[in-house]
């Protein structure tokens, strides 16, 4: 079955300090994964994908993601956090054949310090 | 290109009564999910329609419904409200192919009292 595992539901840095979110998957077989965004009052907009295409994927806002097999991880990264970058990030894996069928994390609120 | 409209934003029920929610996913798109965001539970999966046809579903109890119509719009209606049912649901909309993103919907907030 698959899953995936946010590691840290809240974190907190400091305004143009470095991001990392961390998401780790469990799936048997090759998975697509996905990041999203969400603010409050709002649905969920997509950050990034793997796809298989290329391991180091970049999104919109400046955020990328580095799949790794070995680790079975997919960490979302930005080199420096800005003031609107604060919201729910959310880690969601989907395997072949499954449609619109995502298994999402429990996600992870960042915090951005002035 | 509109994306994904749900209506209504906002619904307040009785336990006991019955909701139906709509969604309009993105022209073109021909596949719909639903998800319920709960701060217990999270993100979870209830149901996708591809072409009308359900085509996967979660583990959702079957006061849990839904239905799709030929312009792609769906409907979830949920029956017998419990207080439990409380929570944002959340509308997607996808193209065809795994790695085709879900786009989503600002949702429909609803609040069982």
């Known amino acids: ?114 | 290109k509109a994306g994904v409209t749900q209506t209504p934003r906002y619904l307040i029920k009785t336990r006991g009564q019955q909701v139906t929610l709509s969604c309009s996913p993105i022209s073109g798109h021909r596949s719909v999910s639903w998800y319920q965001q709960t701060p217990g539970q999270g993100l979870q999966f209830l149901f996708e329609y591809f072409s009308e046809t359900q085509r996967n579903k979660g583990n959702f109890p079957g006061r849990f419904s839904g239905r799709q119509f030929s312009n792609s719009r769906s409907e979830m209606n949920v029956s017998t409200l419990e207080l439990g049912d409380s929570a944002l649901y959340l509308c997607a909309s996808s193209g065809t192919g795994d790695n085709s993103p879900l786009h989503f919907g600002n949702g429909t907030r609803l609040t069982v009292t």
């Open chain 1, 1 to 114: 079955a698959q899953s995936v595992t946010q590691l840290g539901s809240h974190v907190s840095v400091s305004e143009g300090a470095l991001v990392l979110l961390r998401c780790n998957y469990s799936s048997s077989v090759p998975p697509y994964l996905f990041w999203y965004v969400q603010y409050p009052n709002q649905g969920l907009q997509l950050l990034l994908k793997y796809t298989s295409a290329a391991t180091l994927v970049k999104g919109i806002n400046g955020f990328e993601a580095e799949f790794k097999k070995s680790e079975t991880s997919f960490h979302l990264t930005k080199p420096s956090a800005h003031m609107s970058d604060a919201a729910e990030y959310f880690c969601a894996v989907r395997t072949y054949n499954q449609g619109g069928k995502l298994i999402f994390g429990q996600g992870t609120e960042l915090s951005v310090k002035p």
